[in-house]
């Protein structure tokens, strides 16, 4: 399948490293101009320098999406220098007890469970609320919203990270019927186990095996296409069949 982003303007959150890195550079690949947007300033600078030796266009923000003062500002200098944003990809995130490295729930700290709601739900929300006038002027755009097998099936290693990952759907349908009526798109994916660390190999699926990053990203690429013209408001699991083994997972 043949995918054209050029002059794309494409945002993605958490683009240091993982899903949203790779997500960016292949649509830099495909002629997009790429935003590169984390909290980690040496890896999300070096993210963008290398996708612009290839000689693509790409920039580099520095940011803390729990903070809409940040938040506004990315947005607000890309439209500037851009005047236009076309897709938005809200990747930042991670299972609060192993970012904050806490023993599981219920026995993490309530800081954790703080950082946890604030990067994987709040600044997500935030960034859509940014992002939005500026889609629904220009009469498209799409956005779309990292969830997590665990915000459809639950895990009781990762209570209250299932639970901000399950308001990623909910975000997605809202933003969808918001957006509709011009021409705004939104979409999340809920994968399972992805190799963006070694340990994630650990983590059953029927399928036998995690996914590789690829795999993820590839499917991002389809949804932000014009070939999903017609896929809103709906959420898709690529998870080796994870969420088929309710009861057993962890
Ligand atoms: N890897 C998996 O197996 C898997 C599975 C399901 C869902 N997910 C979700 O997919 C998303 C991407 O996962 P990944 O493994 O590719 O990510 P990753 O862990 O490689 O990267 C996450 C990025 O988010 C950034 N970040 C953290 N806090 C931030 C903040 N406050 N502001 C800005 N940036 C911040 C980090 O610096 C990091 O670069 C996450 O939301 C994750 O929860 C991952």
Redesign the pocket.
Known sequence: MDFDFTNKVAIA????????KLYLENLADLGAITVF????KE?VEAAAAAVREKGHKAYAYV????KHTEVCAVVDDVMAKEKRIDILLN?????SARVCKQPAFPYCSYESIEWGV???LK?AIFFARAVMPHMLEQKSGVIIN?????GITGSKGAVD?GAE?AGMVGLTKGLSIVGAPNGVRSVSV?????L??AA?ANMKTPLGR?AE?QEVVDLLVYLSSERAAYITGCNYQIDGGRACMIGTNS
Request: proline share 5%; net charge negative.
């Open positions: 959150t958490g683009a240091a490293s993982g899903m949203a947007v984390d909290i980690n890896s940011a803390d999406i729990r990747s930042a995130g991670g299972a604030d990067v994987n600044g990292m969830s997590s097998i665990d990270y990952k809920a994968p399972g186990p992805v963006t660390r994630m995690a990053v």
